[in-house]
């Protein structure tokens, strides 16, 4: 009997112990409920409508809801038709509804949300945590950024204390107050994943990644800290179904409120521009251009006439800094430029010909242009090495295409060095070796003169851009 009081004695024990370890624990969670009694009359809900032509298909083009690929997707609510206006099969015009969030940054009105969230609209209503409907105005909108700025006519609104997002940290705490699915004011909470993500499209924006539950109406709602301060506004989400799947991404505050500083003062964003077009340092580029590790962003084209190419710039330059800041990836330097005030000068830090050297750039303004160019195919002796079939290009061609010289890759190896090296057939091929190619001829004694199995930078253009790869040719037979 007595040793079974002393098991049961220990078992209580233990029972006892694991609920204290557990009360602990729970103590040690962060509790928002401060947080959203003094954040929520700061955050709006915000409806437009939009007059657009009446068509028969579905929100996806014509595809159902399953058929819509992985993407990285803005997430502002679903677009409802109403009331379609002049009558016919598929005439008129219909209104379309969407819903988003935002947040109130100054007393007089202004309010800050997504630029995709207003993009378009005839009519924006901003809906307050009181329950009062304003009309709003757009007062601009930056869609490199997903930033855009409203005003209402009201005074004393409650506002938001904006934060310092530079200051976030992988694995802390934030919240989202939002409108998903119109649901105000719904409070999801989690952590940081991950800080200066770059997406896809989105050059300017060194996003934070969070696993904060957002969904659509989420878009242009804030991202708070601990302290209850905005240190992003949830913009995107990475996603198979349309829904949360544990990737959101929101604009860091400092790039917000830059933006918004900008439009309020002059209705638009005036960003720094080089010209140049850039790609990754991969690892064979990296030891082919003679770096030690993976860093910089290398130059794959230069402008004609553009702030590089009066600097003296030059394609298969590698960019390593800027202002003394480390351009440790080649997504980071267009925020380092994009940050400058057009007519500044730069220092930048370049790597050309294996040599480091300084060179001063004046920041030129963003020109809303952008490259094109075409393309043509035929056939001539095949560099078997490289393992492709060339053919020269006619002074027409090279004029139309805004070239001086190179040779067009007519056919591949599926197993040859240009293939594993990422070469298409359609490429023209510029430069190899940093040496120009002004023909076939050339470029198969260009070819026999890489006598050591080691990567070489080639410089192709393709559909009208320019861009390296690293080739690494076998030993010469």
């Known amino acids: 009997m007595q040793r079974i009081t002393r098991q049961l004695s220990l078992w209580l024990m233990l029972v006892v112990a ?6 602990a624990q729970a103590r040690d969670l962060p509790d928002f409920t401060e947080l959203v009694k003094q954040a929520a009359p ?3 809900n915000i409806s437009t409508t939009q007059e657009v032509q009446r068509r028969s298909m579905g929100p996806w083009g014509g595809q159902g809801q399953q058929d819509v690929p992985e993407i990285f997707r803005h997430f502002f609510g679903d677009q409802i038709p109403f009331g379609p206006r002049g009558g016919g099969n598929g005439g008129g015009t219909e209104e379309r509804h969407s819903l988003g969030s935002g947040f109130i940054i100054s007393q007089d009105g202004y309010i800050m949300t997504n630029a995709h969230v207003v993009d378009g609209a ?6 307050l945590n009181d329950r009062r409907e304003l009309k709003a105005k757009l007062v601009g909108e930056d869609k490199k950024t997903d930033v855009a700025l409203l005003k209402v006519d ?3 609104l409650p506002t ?3 934060g310092d997002s530079d200051d976030l940290e992988v694995g802390e705490w934030v919240a989202a107050i939002g409108s998903p699915f119109g649901f105000d004011h719904s409070v999801t909470a989690g952590i940081v994943s991950a800080i200066d993500r770059t997406l896809p499209t989105d050059a300017y924006v060194p996003f934070i990644q ?6 659509p109406g989420n878009s242009g709602g804030p991202l708070f800290n601990l302290d209850g301060k905005v240190v ?3 913009s995107q989400i990475f996603t198979r179904s349309g829904g949360f799947m544990g990737l959101s991404f929101a604009i860091p505050i400092n790039v917000a409120m830059d933006i918004a500083d900008q439009l309020k003062a002059t209705g638009h964003v005036s960003r720094g521009w080089l010209g140049v077009v850039i790609q990754p340092v991969s690892r064979d580029l990296a030891e082919s251009f003679g770096l030690k590790n993976q860093r910089g962003a290398l130059i794959a084209d230069v402008a004609d006439d553009s702030p590089a190419a009066k600097a003296g710039l030059k394609a298969g330059d590698v960019i390593l800094a800027v202002d003394g800041e480390e351009v440790d990836q080649s997504s980071k330097l267009p925020r380092l430029i994009g940050k400058v005030s057009p007519g500044e000068t730069v220092k930048l830090d370049v790597l050309r010909n294996g040599k480091q050297m300084t060179q001063k750039v004046t920041v030129g303004d963003w020109p809303e242009e952008a490259l094109q160019q075409a393309s043509d195919d035929g056939a001539q002796d095949p560099q078997t090495r490289l393992g492709v079939a060339v053919r020269d290009l006619s002074d027409d061609e090279l004029g139309r295409l805004g070239l001086d010289h190179g040779v067009r890759i007519v056919q591949v190896d599926p197993t040859g060095a240009a293939a594993e090296a990422g070469i298409q057939s359609g490429d023209i091929i ?3 070796d940093q040496k120009p190619v002004e023909s076939a001829t050339q470029l198969a004694k260009a070819i026999e003169g890489v006598t050591q199995d080691r990567a070489v930078p080639v410089r192709l253009y393709r559909d009208g851009h320019s861009l390296f790869v690293a080739l690494r040719l076998g030993k010469a037979e």
Not at 122 to 127: E, P, Q
Request: a neutral charge; zero cysteines; proline letters at 0%.
């Open 232 to 234: 992003g506004i949830n």
């Open 42 to 44: 700061g955050v709006v």
């Open 430 to 432: 510029v430069s190899l």
């Open 210 to 215: 969070t696993d904060v539950a957002i969904n």
């Open 18 to 23: 694991a609920f204290a370890v557990q009360s």
């Open 160 to 162: 938001l204390n904006i």
């Open 122 to 127: 005839d009519k924006i209503v901003v809906r």
């Open 154 to 156: 009201a005074k004393d």
